[in-house]
């Protein structure tokens, strides 16, 4: 989505699989 590539280039390439693994905890719960 629009906010996932948002949120990349605000993290970077380094923060973007930080950001990854949160949503992931998001969509479990």
Not at 8 to 23: A, N, T
């Amino acid at each position: 989505t629009i906010s996932r590539v948002n949120r990349s280039l605000i993290y970077g390439s380094g923060g973007y699989e930080s950001v990854l693994e949160k949503m992931k905890e998001q969509e479990s719960k």
